[in-house]
């Protein structure tokens, strides 16, 4: 057990329909991440926060937003969904500090599947 | 742009006998190198890091060997155990300017240790 707890497991909607995935880190952890997993991919960085504030972006989209609140949970949305934003999305947490070269350690992932 | 490669989609080892996984990547500032393990409906479990100035770390059955200059890393599991049996990912980072932690990832390899 990672510590890192993401709910739902599982989410099926409809096209043009809006999700929210939640996470909450490890105790002590100040950073959080999102990653994305499509069908026979590698985990794509989305976003990073840390202690409420984004610390750095990677390939997320404009209709996908995130932000940590002050408990430091974290809470993903996805909106105008299409069927291609159908994947597994992961949160990590890592450290106590924003510290560069600390293991991310990853919740189980909501699978997402838009019909 | 694939910026760490694993170009091997799976490996199968018999139980007892060496696991070498490999792991290329072409982006010169990564300097903080990572292997993680995946099982089925569980979220990346990390394993064993590396720091670009060492070329070796030891862990338990686990090394991870850097080859810097030829970009590429490797992960051994001695003796490899069907309990090994998964999908591991390479990951690599570097420093960013304003802090944050971006790991990028592999596509990973599916080893399956068999009896």
């Known amino acids: 057990d990672s510590g890192v707890t993401q709910t739902p497991k599982h989410l099926i909607t409809a096209t043009g329909q809006r999700v929210t995935l939640r996470c909450s880190p490890r105790?002590?952890?100040?950073?959080v991440y999102w990653y994305q997993q499509s069908l026979d991919q590698g985990l794509q960085f989305l976003i990073q926060?840390?202690?409420?504030?984004?610390?750095a972006k990677g390939n997320i989209l404009e209709r996908f937003s995130a932000q940590q609140f002050p408990d430091l949970h974290s809470e993903l949305n996805l909106s105008s969904l299409e069927l291609g934003d159908s994947a597994l999305y992961f949160c990590?947490?890592?450290?106590?500090?924003?510290?560069?070269?600390?293991?991310?350690?990853f919740g189980n992932g909501t699978r997402l599947t838009v019909t | 742009d694939q910026q760490v490669k694993q170009n091997s989609p799976s490996l199968s080892v018999q139980e007892g006998r060496i696991s070498i996984l490999n792991c290329d990547y072409t982006?010169?500032?990564?300097?903080?190198f990572l292997w993680y393990k995946k099982y089925p409906a569980e979220g990346p479990t990390f394993l064993i890091s590396?720091?670009?100035?060492?070329d070796k770390n030891e862990d338990g059955r686990f090394t991870v060997f850097l080859n810097k200059s030829a970009k590429h890393l490797s992960l051994h599991i001695v003796p490899s155990q069907p309990g090994d049996s998964a999908v591991y990912f390479c990951?690599?980072?570097?420093?960013?300017?304003?802090?944050?932690?971006?790991?990028?990832f592999g596509t990973g390899t599916q080893l399956k240790v068999e009896l």
């Open positions: 590396i720091s670009s100035i060492k």
């Open positions: 982006n010169s500032m990564f300097d903080y």
């Open positions: 105790s002590g952890d100040l950073s």
């Open positions: 990590a947490s890592s450290g106590g500090t924003a510290s560069y070269n600390s293991p991310l350690h």
């Open positions: 926060y840390y202690n409420g504030e984004e610390r």
């Open positions: 990951a690599a980072s570097a420093t960013l300017t304003g802090g944050g932690n971006k790991l990028t």
